[in-house]
């Protein structure tokens, strides 16, 4: 198992980024806003919202993998994987050299559906063999003894047999732990999941779970998970991000989110996890009211005013600072540094 020292240095130190989609009709719509985010080696950033807030379009700029119309209209993505001087990704021309050496062998990422990465045409031991013989320059026999190995390490059974079966002949979650397979042969420093167990079954879900927090403590790897379920945070983050219409409305430690939600998002978030304790009860969850508005909907001032339970005066037309609440945990909400005497009123 690698040694992390307890301050290990960040490995991707994302700041100011916000990212801007154009289209011929319309103004440019602004989907992430001034997004700050650090992965470090060993830990785990959970990035937690409801549909379209922005969760995927963050993970896929990190590698580079965002639609034709979007542009990174400010912010760095510093990559600084060892005492080199860090690579901004953000500058990177797409699909130049230095951008593909990163893509898939120093960076990689995995889907909710495994069929994003993995082809149905060809056996899943021969994908992951053709990226170790082009990344690693393994011969073929040793890539596919590295294919199995790597197989084994992520619970699929019988796995020098399972090799020569094509993606349609899994289960559903085997096609996922084969698309985990795929996403660390190459041994990433930083592992970006995207909601990868969203479509699987409780059971497999937990399972995966498991599997992804065991593959990190091995490869001592910095992970991005995003989620739209923060029951799915506390199994597996260090630290938080609430992501809400592009703004990260809250971050911290897991653990001072959860003591002390701040944001009324956060909040909001928080009673929609379905409480273990009343599992034999038909669980009650209190959603959150309305749904996520579209960017260009966006009000002036702070996102979620639209649909806060707590909103007052400037909330609609001034956008929130961040408030530091101690131990690196902050949130953008006027309630935070609202006076006294408007609590009164
Ligand atoms: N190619 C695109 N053109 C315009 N808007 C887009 C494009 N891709 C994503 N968006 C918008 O960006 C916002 C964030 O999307 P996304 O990151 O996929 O949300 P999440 O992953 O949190 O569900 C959404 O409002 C979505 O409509
Ligand atoms: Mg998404």
Known sequence: MPLIPMDAKPILTIKDMSIVFSSPDEADIEAVRQVDLTLSPGKTLALVGESGCGKSVTARSVLRLLDRNARIQRGSMLFAPGDEPPTDIAKLKADSLPLRAIRGREISMIF???MTSLSPVHTIGDQIDEMLILHERLKPK???ERTVALFDQVGIPGARERADSYPFQLSGGLRQRAMIAMALACAPKVLIADEPTTALDVTTQAQILDLLRQLQADFGMAMLFITHDLGVVAEIADEVAVMYLGDVVEQGSVFDVFAAPSHPYTQALMSSI???????DRVRLSPIKGTVPAPRDRPEGCAF???CPHAFEPCATVR??????????H?????LTRQPAEVVA
């Open 112 to 114: 909710q559906e495994p």
């Open 142 to 144: 040793q890539a596919r």
């Open 274 to 280: 379905p409480k273990m304790a009343r599992k034999a």
């Open 305 to 307: 005013t639209s649909r």
């Open 320 to 329: 929130p600072e961040r408030t530091a609440l101690g131990n690196g945990h």
């Open 331 to 335: 949130a953008r909400c006027h309630l």
